[in-house]
């Protein structure tokens, strides 16, 4: 189930200098609507997530909300702020995440394989493997807004992926 939340949109709003009315009139809504979804009184349809993604400059945070709603808990992360959503360069923040997780997961298997439990450096490395998580959603999310991949389609394969590899059990009545 696809889930935003009403603040996600009203920042969308707001940052594109829109009024309730015209949010309504992009979204096809109308403007007692919008206020609903923005207090959290009525829930978004999909349909209308989608419309707000294609319509309002928060397109991004849109739907890296949305896919909070994955089964698996890979997008369920805190309202991205201050991110350059430009592709290039969130593909390149995630180039750097990827070579300091490297890192990272060497030290922790260092610290496994001789014992050292050291919490302060264990958490610190296991911290920054966390990093990774926000950049990889904000790459994902901006890459396939500059492109022609889709969200859906990606997860359909990922989900396949992962539950191919035992990692991931079957869905209920599948």
């Known amino acids: 189930m696809l889930r935003v939340s009403g603040s ?20 096809n809504a109308s403007a007692s609507a919008i206020c609903r979804w923005e207090r959290g009184k009525r829930r978004l349809s999909p349909d209308v997530v989608d419309a707000a993604a294609e319509a309002l400059p928060g397109g991004v945070m849109i739907r890296l909300q949305a896919c909070a709603g994955c089964r698996v808990g890979f997008f369920r992360l805190p309202v991205l702020q201050g991110v350059d959503k430009h592709p290039v360069a969130v593909v390149s923040k995630l180039a750097e ?28 490395a296991l911290e920054q493997v966390m990093d990774l998580l926000p950049a990889a959603a904000v790459s994902l999310v901006a890459v396939t807004e500059a492109t022609a991949a889709t969200l859906p389609g990606i997860r359909q394969r990922w989900e396949s ?9 079957p869905r209920k009545g599948a």
């Open 8 to 27: 996600v949109l009203r920042q969308a709003r707001e940052e594109a200098g829109l009024s309730l009315r015209e949010t309504g009139h992009r979204l």
């Open 97 to 124: 995440e990827l070579e300091e997780v490297a890192r990272a997961a060497r030290e922790i298997e260092r610290m496994l394989l001789h014992r050292d439990d050291d919490r302060d450096r264990l958490e610190a």
């Open 161 to 169: 992926k992962v539950a191919a590899r035992g990692y991931l059990a």
